[in-house]
């Protein structure tokens, strides 16, 4: 499949563009631009102006926010058919994170003049970017509540069943997730790399969590068995 016919394919299956018949998705495929991004480079950075939005192609890119220690929290990886950047070219505000490819990816870039056309003459899409921005702020609700009231083992067993049932597969019943180094993980549930190391000790210990070979497996239910 061309990047073209890629293109019009996650756009009919997008939130925002579903809704359109087969000739307007067409048409609105044509005003894309297509752009490669080399392993480790950076799309934008958080507090970058900058309006564009981009559709995930091919690869695999991460947003995440840093301190002023370099330390990061990684809040989503985004992959083929998602989308990057909308919430700034609504409102023209600073970018809320910077975002960088975990490996070599290839994306479609919509200008924000583009974008605001297509509204114009398809009202309807206003109304699926409402529902796209108010899913990916339920994720970061999730991950609110996660940092503000669980403890790091509660945080891990969330982050892990959450990424179980979206990328894993399942083991007589059980999640089956694939390991990660502990800096990796302690930069998606906010801690630092050895309260990681000493939580997954000790989610080990009481059963939570089973290590084999190069996956971890845990109950679909496991938060219920934590202490919040």
Do not use: C
Not at 68 to 81: F, H, I, K, R
């Amino acid at each position: 499949m061309g990047e073209k016919e890629k293109l019009e394919d996650y756009l009919k299956r997008s939130v925002l563009f579903q809704d359109l018949s087969e000739a307007d998705i067409r048409k609105i495929s044509l005003l894309f631009e297509i752009i490669d991004l080399p392993m480790g480079d950076v799309l934008f950075y958080e507090k970058d102006r900058s309006s564009d939005m981009y559709i995930v192609l091919e690869g695999l890119v991460r947003a995440s926010l840093f301190d002023e220690q370099g330390n990061e929290l990684v809040l989503a990886e985004l992959g083929p058919g998602e989308f990057i950047g909308e919430m700034s070219m609504i409102d023209e505000l600073p970018r809320s994170a910077t975002v960088i490819a975990d490996e070599p990816t290839k994306l479609a870039m919509l200008s924000r003049k583009a974008f605001m056309k297509v509204v114009r003459e398809n009202p309807e899409i206003a109304v699926n970017v409402i529902k796209g921005l108010v899913s990916r702020l339920r994720r970061t609700d999730d991950m609110v509540e996660a940092l503000a009231f669980r403890n790091v083992e509660g945080r891990i067993v969330k982050f892990l069943i959450g990424m179980g049932r979206e990328k894993g597969s399942f083991d007589n019943g059980r999640l089956k997730v694939r390991k990660m180094v502990h800096k990796d993980l302690a930069s998606r549930v906010g801690a630092s790399r050895e309260a990681v190391t000493k939580a997954l000790k000790a989610l080990i210990f009481k059963g939570v969590i089973e290590e084999r070979g190069n996956f971890w497996l845990l109950s679909p239910d496991a938060e219920e068995e934590l202490d919040p």
